[in-house]
């Protein structure tokens, strides 16, 4: 990956990166509303998030009162096939940590439907909701993504034709290694952002995270880029910016060649 296009910025541990990821998103949900009186913030799931949302949302912190909760819609970046109120849910996860805690409209909340029996289904019906919301091509204002230890991202995930995907905007991939289906955007979406951040942080992402950013594994060079390997590879927004919020235990396998601060 052309190293132009990489905003590292390594942070000395998780609440560091959190604290920097909640100014980076109530500074760029505020711009999207300045420009265009809505902001459209594609969330991540799993566990990285959740500090950021506690944040967010935490009235003894300054940043909750800055950001114009009404004007901002959440969609998520993936789903796990589960319902709602799931351990498994991204969509509960989101809503204990933040989405209860701040005053934003039901209607705001635009969650995939993880409890579809049919994935595909629950796909097809997400692409209706993106269609019904984004008048023409889907431009996130914020994509939040994360890193598995397998350089997945979203539910995009090694050796899967979601990676590939160019049409379509929602999928619903069967993930073998899990046994189950997802729900993801799709690169066509997710490269239309007009900025994507990855929060990555604990040792167990070091070496995705190095093949990822400099297509190495195991200290030998490979290539560089093999998305079907690296799926977070595939994300290169056509205009828009990628900014990697990670952490030192994430970052230790790095040269240091990118544009750290
Ligand atoms: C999901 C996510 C997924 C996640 C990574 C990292 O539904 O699991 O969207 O892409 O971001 O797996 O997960 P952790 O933050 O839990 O390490």
Redesign the pocket.
């Known amino acids: 990956m052309a190293e132009s296009l990489i905003d590292l910025r390594v942070f000395a541990d998780g609440a560091e990166l959190a604290r920097a990821a909640a100014e980076e998103f109530t500074r760029r949900a505020g711009e999207a509303i300045d420009a265009r009186e809505r902001c459209a913030v594609a969330l991540?799931?799993?566990?990285?998030p959740r500090r950021l949302f506690a944040l967010l949302a935490d009235p003894a912190q300054p940043l909750r009162d800055r950001i114009e909760w009404r004007s901002i819609h959440f969609f998520w970046?993936?789903e796990?096939h589960v319902p709602p109120d799931h351990p498994e849910s991204?969509f509960r996860m989101a809503r204990e940590a933040l989405l209860d805690a701040v005053p934003v409209p039901a209607q705001n909340i635009h969650r995939i439907r993880g409890e579809e029996p049919d994935a595909a289904r629950a796909a097809a019906l997400y692409e209706d909701e993106l269609r019904g919301f984004f008048s023409g091509a889907p431009r996130f204002d914020l994509v939040l993504?994360?890193?598995?230890a397998d350089a997945?991202?979203?539910?995009l995930f090694p050796g899967t034709e979601a990676v590939r995907e160019r049409e379509r905007w929602v999928v619903a991939p069967w993930v073998e290694k899990l046994r189950t289906f997802r729900i993801t955007l799709t690169p066509a979406v997710l490269n239309r952002a007009a900025a994507v951040i990855f929060l990555v942080e604990g040792e167990e992402k070091a070496a995705a995270l190095r093949a990822v950013l400099e297509g190495e594994q195991e200290g030998k060079r490979e290539g560089g880029r093999d998305p079907d390997r690296w799926p977070a590879q595939v994300i290169r927004p056509e205009s828009g910016e990628v900014l990697w919020l990670v952490d030192g235990a994430a970052a230790r396998g790095l040269e240091n060649r990118f544009n750290r601060s």
């Not at 997945?152 to 539910?155: F, I």
Request: overall charge neutral; cysteine-free; glycine content about 30%.
């Open positions: 991540s799931g799993g566990s990285t970046g993936d796990r991204n993504l994360g890193l598995g997945h991202t979203a539910s």
